[in-house]
């Protein structure tokens, strides 16, 4: 079974940064890619970055490219977004992925 559990949500003005973290099981760390979702009220749930199991590759969705930077922890079993230069339009609950499995989901609100 896989357990995932998002932290690090909050409210912030435009301009700056958060970071949020995904920790899950060493099993699960080890095996599968991880990936950061996002859904804001009214529209669907999106792709924001993943990162893979075994050679740490990173991708990202076109909004967040240059702005958002995802790292994993191993000695933690965490992965890690970082999110910089927040705009309003980055509003949205952020869900933590992994072999189809979702976590509770961390509510990032970003200020005009």
């Known amino acids: 079974q896989v357990q995932l559990v998002e932290s690090g949500g909050g409210l912030v003005q435009a301009g700056g940064s958060l970071r949020l973290a995904c920790a899950t099981s060493?099993?699960?760390?080890?095996?599968?890619?991880i990936g950061w979702f996002r859904q804001a009220p009214g529209k669907e749930r999106e792709f924001v970055a993943a990162?893979?199991?075994?050679?740490?590759?990173?991708y990202y969705g076109d909004p967040v490219k240059g702005r958002f930077t995802i790292s994993r922890d191993n000695a933690k079993n965490t992965v890690y977004l970082q999110m910089n230069s927040l705009k309003p339009e980055d509003t949205a609950v952020y869900y933590c992925n992994a072999a189809q499995n979702w976590g509770q989901g961390t509510q990032v609100t970003v200020s005009s």
């Open positions: 060493a099993r699960t760390f080890s095996r599968y890619t």
């Open positions: 990162i893979t199991w075994n050679d740490g590759s990173t």
